[in-house]
């Protein structure tokens, strides 16, 4: 059974409006969920974490809000841009030696 | 700045033949970690290492092998190929787990390799 579900497979955008990436879980006793962004041919990067003890974590154009009590986390992205059309994957991190575990992954397509 | 290397980029095997994938990593990071990504699949962890001469089984170890003889290596065998062995490959380390932006996972570039 997936502990991290993105049930969405991608997601198509304009160029200049937001972008809603969701994520749900069911392990409670996580420390951290983050997303990673990948784009073809190169390994994922590190995009914005969220502690267990928050509920929103802003970074530039990058927003994270976890809501606890529905196991929901979502990254916004405004403005969208062309450059942000990439594979985002959400991962939680748990306990002992912080082994992440990841979503499926949502493609992201910013349309100029 | 070479970050975390992966060698070889691509690679062929038949089945029952044993290879193995290359990671290097030039941060002087404890954390070390072996993923695979299927089609369509989120990455799923195969060995991890919380430093020198320390390895451990992640969700999906059989049919591989890992050492941690220095702090910058961290190789994974495949003794046995098989086609479920099909996959992307990624290396990643950290400096303490990867949670924050101080000590972020950071990832190589993937071994694709396919098994037939």
């Known amino acids: 059974d997936q502990q991290v579900k993105q049930n969405s497979p991608s997601l198509s955008v304009q160029e200049g409006r937001i972008s809603i990436l969701n994520c749900d879980y069911t392990n409670s006793m996580f420390d951290y969920f983050l997303w990673y962004k990948k784009y073809p041919a190169e390994g994922p990067t590190f995009l914005i974490s969220i502690s267990s003890i928050k509920d929103k974590n802003e970074d530039g154009r990058f927003t994270v809000f976890l809501n606890k009590s529905a196991k929901h986390l979502s990254l916004h992205i405004v403005p969208s841009q062309p450059g942000d059309s990439a594979v985002y994957f959400c991962?939680?991190?748990?306990?002992?030696?912080?082994?992440?575990?990841f979503g499926k992954g949502i493609t992201l397509s910013v349309r100029p | 700045n070479a970050g975390v290397t992966q060698t070889p980029k691509f690679r062929i095997l038949k089945i029952g033949q044993s290879m193995t994938l290359q990671c290097a990593q030039d941060?002087?990071?404890?954390?070390m970690y072996w993923y695979r990504q299927d089609p369509g699949m989120g990455l799923k962890l195969i060995y991890y290492?919380?430093?020198?001469?320390?390895?451990d089984k992640g969700e999906v170890p059989n049919g591989y092998n890992v050492s941690r003889s220095t702090t910058e290596d961290f190789p994974l065998r495949l003794e046995l190929a098989a086609p479920s062995q099909t996959s992307v490959y990624f290396c990643?380390?950290?400096?303490?787990?990867?949670?924050?932006?101080?000590?972020?996972?950071?990832f190589g570039n993937g071994t694709r390799l396919t098994v037939t």
């Open positions: 941060m002087n990071h404890n954390y």
């Open positions: 290492s919380v430093g020198a001469g320390i390895t």
């Open positions: 991962a939680e991190r748990t306990g002992a030696n912080s082994k992440l575990t």
């Open positions: 990643a380390s950290s400096y303490d787990g990867g949670s924050s932006y101080n000590s972020p996972l950071h």
